[in-house]
């Protein structure tokens, strides 16, 4: 238990439906992330939160929304996706953002698959 | 932007003490080296995290050369459970830090 919780742990859509994952995390951090990985390949950096703000969008396509009510909640909203993108989604949150000696704490994903 | 470059695979036997080198060759003055363990279908999880020299806690030592463009992490006396990959993190500063997680090495203990 990293006092990051991810629901659901598995989930599968398909290409025109519209679902959201959530993400909570317990630990009073500031900073909050979605990381997409796919099978064979390294974690992949989405988006990035810190005190509720957007502060890094990496060229995701739009069909990945992100959403930060409060410093403890981050969705990520999907539409309309492709099967390519079916992969392993994370989400972690740290003290802050903007550290070098910050440390991540992960929640354990949620499994999606798009058909 | 600072890019690890990790060994694929390593096997090792079970009591044995397992050495995993990273190289960054163009680490900054600033960055961190972090190492992470993660599981099949989890997320990664934090082992330890260094600047200089040498680092250690209750689960592993980091090892960090003077010139810094290389980090090794050592596991003592590994068990079958410390079977996973594990990544090599060297946070970089463009406007503001960013980890990019690299290929990272998958471990397998034997019996």
């Known amino acids: 238990e990293t006092g990051v919780t991810q629901t659901p742990r598995h989930l599968v859509m398909g290409m025109t439906n519209k679902k959201s994952l959530k993400c909570e995390q317990h630990?009073?951090?500031?900073?909050m992330y979605w990381y997409k990985q796919s099978a064979k390949k390294p974690l992949e950096l989405m988006f990035v939160?810190?005190?509720?703000?957007?502060?890094e969008n990496n060229s995701v396509p739009s069909r990945f929304s992100p959403e930060c009510p409060n410093s403890s909640h981050l969705f990520l909203h999907l539409h309309t996706l492709q099967p390519e993108d079916s992969a392993l989604y994370l989400c972690?949150?740290?003290?802050?953002?903007?550290?070098?000696?910050?440390?991540?704490?992960f929640g354990q994903g949620t499994r999606l698959t798009v058909v | 932007l600072a890019k690890t470059t990790q060994p694929i695979s390593m096997d090792s036997y079970e009591g044995q003490e397992v050495n995993i080198t990273c190289s960054h060759n163009?680490?900054?003055?600033?960055?961190?080296i972090t190492w992470y363990q993660q599981f099949p279908s989890q997320g990664p999880r934090f082992i330890i995290q260094?600047?200089?020299t040498k680092v250690t806690n209750e689960v592993a030592s980091l090892f960090i050369p003077a010139d810094r463009k290389s980090s090794t992490l050592s596991l003592p006396r590994v068990s079958l459970s410390d079977t996973a990959v594990y990544y090599c993190?060297?946070?970089?500063?463009?406007?503001?830090?960013?980890?990019?997680f690299g290929t990272g090495t998958r471990l397998k203990v034997l019996a």
């Open positions: 260094g600047y200089k």
């Open positions: 939160y810190s005190l509720e703000e957007r502060v």
């Open positions: 993190l060297v946070g970089y500063l463009s406007g503001t830090y960013k980890y990019i």
């Open positions: 972690a949150s740290s003290q802050s953002h903007g550290q070098g000696d910050t440390e991540a704490f």
């Open positions: 630990l009073g951090h500031n900073a």
């Open positions: 163009n680490i900054a003055t600033n960055d961190y």
